[in-house]
């Protein structure tokens, strides 16, 4: 059971031992019986999935040892004659290897070594259960290794369902993030936030950035504003078909996209050599979220600056992240986009006379009453409800006729609480 940060080599870290030990009996037979499935790797996403199979390949160049990979999205013919022509390394996602299992094109009765890669990621996507049912489907024999960036109770707790006294390998401590990553927080109003990013690209150079957002709908909604902006950008998450977040993600490495705009989906497990940038447009929910957003730059040795644009709301957010990093992350205020006060503006209390109006009453009547609930406060993002126009003026006030009907009855409420409010004796 090995935990280390993201980016320090786990891949290399089982993938190097795992092919000496299969070359060992490494067979050169053209016949497929000849080769059959030893080893099999489970990732928890299409685009880790790919990314393992590609270290696997590289390193077995001239051992003679076969590699595919099996994830969903895709067809499954192309992957079913690999599988009849013989691997002896498999690396699938849990869902697609079932699929596999069910249609009787792949057997794993033969597999000597079993890896859970990104068994923190796997536990949080809900593929528990389909990882026990593949664990079943194995041999007793066998050795099992599971890799994690965070060693969580959870994560101790699977291991013990399937590991037998494993040698337990931590290499950074709990919530760890990169050393060669700086942290900056630039505080910037919501509504302003893309107008910063796109001056931030645009100002500082920044030719290679990834951006976390937290949904789908604002990450294509973020990509065509930036583009319309003038700063090349593509989308990736998991409505995008695979061939789509594959191109996205091959653009993004070859220089011909800037800026690729992520759900949670690319926060773990990708490796883009020398990722100078992470910007979390959106803080994410979980700490640990943060710790593996970030951790897509500063990988191998490599320097990195992660940036969160953060505006009032999400201070909160802000302070449990310092908290699980232990790290008070500075703050930089853009001239031109910063405000005046971390919290948000409020307007001074209004001393209540007696000229008040009936409605006015009532309002206060009502803030006195005990348990009342504060009125909700719109938390509508207007970054992702319409296009960015610079210069759009604020929508016009209502007219005086749409107002007249909603005044006219919260008067005669007033009047009719007045007749049951006793007046003073004189």
Known sequence: MGGAQTGTGKTAGFTLPLLQRLAEHANTSVSPARHPVRALILAPTRELAAQVEESVRGYAKYIGLRSTVVFGGIPMEPQTDQ?????????????????????????????????????????????????????????????????????????RRLAKSFLRDPVVVQVAPKHATAELVAHVVHPVRRERKRELLVHLIKTRRMSQVLVFVATRIGANRLAYQLNREGVHAAAIHGDRTQGERMQALDDFKLGKVGVLVATDVAARGLDIEELPFVLNFELPNSPDDYVHRI??????????????????????????????????????????????????????????????????????????????????????????????????????????????????????????????VRKPAS
């Open 295 to 420: 951790g897509r730059t500063g990988r191998a040795g490599s320097t990195g600056t992660a940036v969160s644009l953060v505006c009032p709301d999400e201070h909160e957010r802000l302070a449990e992240i310092e908290r699980t990093i232990r790290l008070r992350i500075p703050r930089e205020v853009v001239s031109g986009f910063g405000h005046a006060s971390e919290a948000p503006l409020m307007e001074p209390p209004r001393k209540e006379s007696r000229r008040d109006s009936g409605e006015d009453r009532l309002t206060h009547a009502r803030k006195r009453e005990p348990g009342a609930r504060p009125a909700a406060v719109s938390q509508t993002d207007p970054i992702f409800t319409r296009p960015y126009e610079p210069g759009t003026a604020p929508p016009a006030p209502q007219s005086a006729r749409a107002t007249a009907a909603p005044k006219k009855r919260e008067r005669q409420v007033a009047a009719l609480l007045g007749g049951f």
């Open 83 to 155: 599988l009849r022509r013989g691997v002896e390394i498999l690396v699938a996602t849990p869902g697609r290897l079932l699929d596999h299992v069910q249609q009787k094109t792949v057997n794993l009765g033969q597999v000597e070594i079993f890896v859970l890669d990104e068994a923190d990621r796997m536990l949080d996507m809900g593929f528990i259960p389909d990882v026990r049912r593949i664990i079943a489907l194995l041999t007793a024999r066998k050795q099992n290794l599971l890799f994690s960036a965070t060693l969580s109770d959870e994560i």
